[in-house]
């Protein structure tokens, strides 16, 4: 018994993902991803009441600074970081695609809009008709 469809399987079809979109996808979703801790960050700094660094007349310097403090500015810094490389990413995986788009452009022939397709379908036909028949090898039986 046949299969229900005798018509051959679809080609696979691969996809290929330059680096540049690789990386702009991963700092995307990294920044994305990143707004969970970074909400932590603004929370530790609301609840403490962040102070910043001491002033240059104080006796206790750096030693006044709270890990907690230095740990949230260290998260809102990370995030800001992975937010400027997505955009910078972004823009580069955007100004590859124009460029290759308007190298293709300039690779196709010009065609003259008022050419008649139904002549060009015609002749193309009658070519394929034509080769048929001059074909090197017989027919099969």
Sequence with gaps: MKPPHDSAPAPEIKTIITPVERKAHLYKMM???WCF????????LGLNGFSGPPNAAGTQGAASL????LAA????ATHCYLAVQARRFHRLNQARQHASLTKE???EPQTCPSTNTNS???TAKSA???SHSTAP????R
Excluded: F, M
């Design 137 to 140: 090898y017989p027919p099969d």
């Design 105 to 107: 452009q300039a690779t």
């Design 37 to 44: 801790p970074s909400l932590g960050g603004i929370v530790i």
């Design 31 to 33: 920044t994305l991803l």
């Design 66 to 69: 709270r890990i907690e403090d």
């Design 128 to 130: 394929a008709e034509s």
């Design 73 to 76: 500015v260290g998260l809102l």
């Design 120 to 122: 060009t379908k015609a």
